[in-house]
């Protein structure tokens, strides 16, 4: 049998783990014509059916696990190799990859991002916004900026605020701008789910910055963090409510020394603990 090539590894790897050609082709950043084609074609090479194509998605067979199985091991030693390479790496230059939310790259993180590019002109920020932990381990990211009740504990770093929340809106008998099912599990949703089960919801948004939108627009109230309803115009701050979160800054163990992480991570958390007051509603 001819080698087998990683690519084709890849892709197959990634169909098993996301569940469709559309997920793994957006993963991958190909169209999914490419994935079908290339997933074919290695079954092919292979002689063997890696998936059964379930109204459900892609299900690796039982032929289909036991290659992935050891392709998953192949890809964690590759990511392990890559992170030792760039962990010896002593120049502050190069790609920067950051992940957030989209609430802190729409507040806080753009002036903190202008001086940083001003002091490190070599660094090129790459900003990805999720919900989302990113997979630093295979590095999908090399600093996470982040609220979290708690840090992962393949991560390191630190906590750099606590982060207040606060109900903003024209008045207190306007209902209630909700968070979708998407944003079930922050910590919007669930204040809303234990003190305000009852409550009239006039809008539902997958987004915060768009409840904060819907608010400011005057539709209904929102529960926002502080530091995006305290500076968006046209918001008024009703009361603080009860829950908080925690802000992280987070990079992964092996990443740490390498010199534009390290460079980043003390940029950061120190301009981050500067607006401590604005992430704690004081």
């Known amino acids: 049998m001819q080698r087998l090539d990683w690519d084709d590894l890849r892709y197959a790897l990634a169909v098993a783990e996301q569940g469709s050609l559309a997920a793994a082709a957006r993963v991958l950043g190909v169209n999914h014509t ?7 074609a290695f079954e092919e090479t292979l002689g063997v059916r890696l998936f059964d194509r379930q109204p459900s998605g892609y299900v690796p067979t039982e032929a289909g696990e036991a290659l992935l199985d050891k392709a998953r091991r192949m890809d964690g030693l590759a990511a392990e190799f890559e ?3 760039l962990g010896a790496d002593l120049r502050i230059a190069g790609p920067l990859r950051i992940t957030t939310t989209d609430t802190l790259a ?22 990805s916004t999720s919900n989302q932990f990113a997979n630093l381990s295979k590095r999908d990211a090399d ?18 605020a606590t982060i207040a929340f606060a109900v903003y809106g024209a008045d207190e008998t306007a209902g209630w701008i909700a968070p979708d099912d998407s944003l079930s599990n922050t910590t919007v949703a669930r204040w809303l789910r234990e003190t305000r089960a009852d ?8 987004s915060l910055l768009t409840m904060r939108d819907l608010a400011a627009a005057g539709l209904g109230r929102a529960a926002l963090p502080c ?13 603080k409510i009860e829950p908080t979160n925690e802000l992280w800054l987070l990079t992964h163990e092996d990443l740490r020394t390498t010199a534009r992480v390290a460079t980043a991570m003390t940029f950061f958390g120190t301009a981050l603990a500067a607006r401590r ?6």
């Open 143 to 160: 600093l996470a900026i982040r609220p979290a009740s708690q840090a992962p504990d393949s991560l390191v770093g630190r906590k750099v």
């Open 227 to 239: 530091f995006l309803g305290d500076r968006s115009n046209g918001l008024r701050r009703l009361h």
């Open 199 to 206: 409550a009239p919801i006039v809008a539902k948004a997958d």
């Open 34 to 40: 490419t994935v079908l084609r290339r997933v074919t």
């Open 83 to 85: 992170r030792a390479v």
């Open 277 to 282: 007051s604005l992430f704690e509603g004081t």
């Open 106 to 127: 729409a507040s806080v993180l753009p002036e903190i991002l202008v001086a940083f590019a001003a002091s490190h002109p070599d660094v090129q920020v790459e900003l």
